[in-house]
């Protein structure tokens, strides 16, 4: 179940959000082998300049199509995480034309007692998940 976070600069359609939204969702379910109604997204979008987005001394600038995706999620193996980064970038690409350049990724690695789908209770912990 994981839970992804993307963050992006207005001015996008309503359409091409839903594209990218789709499209990191179809990524998940590749990399992660998760059901595809296993869906938990949320974007948020950000005014011109509220995101720093520097390439840590790797020679590259980023333009105002960047985008952070975040994904929260139980523990996955190197090779499922490593696969959902190209994966994403492939596929934005592919999609709406985002340059590989444009895509920062930070996968974020909890446990099942992290987790409450609702009702005040830990569902993975209870047995109902």
Partial sequence: MPLVRIDLNEG??????????????DCVVDA???PKNDRYQIVTEHKPGRMVLLDTGLGFERSEDAIVIQVFTSPRATVMKTH?????TEQ?????????????????TNTDVDWSFGFGESQYLTGRL
């Fill in 84 to 88: 959902f980064y190209k994966h994403v």
């Fill in 32 to 34: 992660f082998n998760v």
């Fill in 92 to 108: 934005l690409g592919n999609a709406i034309g985002l340059s590989p350049k444009d895509i920062l990724i930070s996968v974020i």
């Fill in 12 to 25: 996008r359609s309503d359409d091409e959000i839903k594209t990218i939204m789709d499209t990191i969702q």
